[in-house]
């Protein structure tokens, strides 16, 4: 792993473009019965691209790959300036670029959400719209409700190569913060395997409401909830 990974990382909102990494990171995390489809990324990502947030590993053009000022401030994992030793800087501290830095990004970790009209990850909420309407032939609310203030999380990965390192927590607990400063919703909903509960439950603070009536992918699921908070809780 590169010893200077927590430089390169950032976290920005997905758009279309990101869609193609999307899916073959969703490969690498799910079963097939379990994967969020092309035409799913599309329409979640154009519905609501402000729940859909995106975990990168940066490369950087010479000369900002080195850790310098430049490429701190723009890798740095929650947006912000980072302090540099001066013997660390080689650059003039008004040489700046006139074009992006950024060489290549590899999306390494994504949330997939949309909001729903329900308070618990149902099979509807999971579906899209159907011969343009968003109501079901039963009279269900089908994919994403603008109006909702209860958000559904469908995918929370991280690249196979990037586990264990703490960068789920540090994704979800940054997509925490930017749902409560913009006031877009109450609640976060998502469904998991009774294995990932110690994450979810003890890390990032969910209740598990116990086993779901849900059993997409043929999959037993626990319901866990989350109050959007203040942005001060104490994550692990």
Known sequence: MDPNAAFRIAIRPLT???IEQCVVLEGLGFPPEERCS????????????????????????????HGNRLNRQFAKIDGSATEV??????????????????KSEQLIGHIIATKMGSDLVTEEAMMMPQNGSNVSESGKTLGHVETS???????????????GLGY????????????SQQ?????????????????????????DLGISKCTFGGVEWHDLVADVQGGDEDYE
């Open 38 to 65: 092309l035409e799913k990324f599309q329409y979640r990502i154009g519905a609501c691209p402000e729940l859909c947030l995106g975990l990168f590993y940066r490369e950087f053009n010479p000369p900002y790959e």
């Open 85 to 102: 030793d001066e013997e660390d800087d080689n650059l003039d501290s008004c040489d700046l670029p006139g074009q992006s830095t950024i």
């Open 149 to 163: 203030r209860v958000i559904g999380i469908h995918s929370l990965v991280v690249h196979p190569d990037f586990r």
């Open 183 to 207: 006031q877009v919703a109450d609640k976060i909903a998502l469904l998991a395997k009774e294995s990932l509960l110690k994450l979810y439950v003890d890390k990032l603070h969910f209740r």
């Open 168 to 179: 789920a927590t540090w994704l979800y607990v940054d997509y925490m913060h930017k749902i």
């Open 16 to 18: 279309s473009a990101d």
